[in-house]
């Protein structure tokens, strides 16, 4: 896929769209807040994809009759890119306001399940001045409400 709804209504794109468009084209939907090991961590989109797999109640071994649908389900994943967790120093002298991160490229690739997308942040490329050398560093915009927007009451049925 090249782009996914989120519950929030937010729309993800993936770096596989965004690279065949033209620059003034480009939306940079593709940046992602996610929830990684209990951890939120900020990570762009290389794509979306939908994976075949056996399914988890079908426990024979028997991998003879694969005709049968009822053996398989589908998974729906992300391959993502991470960025690094905030400069310390930056975020601790601006009262936790720049969250200043770098990118991590290919060694930090990871597949990700669907669910654990929490939002579409944008990621800001700047270049502060740090121990004396000024770097290409990205920091984090969220848009405002993003934590509340899919909170929900249940009602009680018994009133």
């Not at 896929?1 to 929030?8: E, F, G, K, S």
């Not at 589908?74 to 400069?87: C, E, G, K, Q, R």
């Amino acid at each position: 896929w090249v782009r996914l709804r989120l519950p929030n209504g937010q729309i993800a794109r993936s770096e596989y769209q965004e690279l065949q468009k033209a620059p003034e084209e480009i939306c940079m939907a593709r940046n992602i807040k996610i929830s990684l090991n209990g951890k939120d961590r900020i990570a762009e989109v290389r794509y979306f994809a939908r994976l075949v797999i056996q399914a988890a109640d079908n426990n024979s071994g028997d991998d003879e009759d694969l005709s049968t649908t009822d053996q398989f389900a589908f998974d729906n994943v992300a391959l993502v890119t991470l960025y690094s967790d905030p400069h310390p120093q930056l975020l601790e002298h601006s009262y936790g306001v720049i969250a200043s991160c770098t990118k991590l490229g290919e060694a930090s690739l990871q597949v990700i399940q669907i669910s654990a997308i929490q939002s579409v942040v944008a990621m800001v490329l700047h270049r502060p001045l740090i121990d004396g050398r000024v770097e290409d560093r990205y920091f984090l915009v969220e848009k405002m409400g993003m934590d509340v927007a899919c909170l929900s009451v249940e009602e009680d049925e018994e009133d």
